[in-house]
């Protein structure tokens, strides 16, 4: 089935981001999500799942284990499990952005 954000189960998370489900399995989790200017999720980890952010549109900052990275559209980074991270939107600009987790990050999270 084709999926996109709109016909993907949709969620609002954090200081009013949104999230859709695009992929969501036990063994993997693809979400497309969008970040209004000036929010941030919470710092977290997984214990299992490994992790990839990838950036739609805008520019995002992700601290990844103490190390900002800046990502401008169409560029990844990798999370490994167990590794705290915090993605940012420190622009005037909406960010989106797709976040794949193996296996399926839900109730693997562990906030700091």
Not at 47 to 74: C, P
Request: proline content about 5%.
């Amino acid at each position: 089935m084709k999926r996109s954000k709109s016909n993907a189960e949709h969620y609002i998370w954090g200081q009013k981001c949104d999230g859709w489900h695009l992929v969501k399995d036990a063994n993997l989790s693809i979400i497309h999500e969008r970040m209004p200017p000036n929010t941030a999720e919470e710092r977290h980890y997984h214990v299992h799942a490994w992790q990839f952010f990838f950036i739609l549109s805008g520019t995002a900052t992700l601290e990844v284990d103490g190390k900002r990275v800046i990502l401008e559209q169409m560029e990844g980074y990798e999370v490994p499990p167990m590794v705290p991270h915090q993605i940012f939107n420190e622009t005037d600009n909406d960010i989106e952005f797709l976040v794949t987790s193996q296996p399926n990050s839900r109730g693997d999270r562990i906030s700091l």
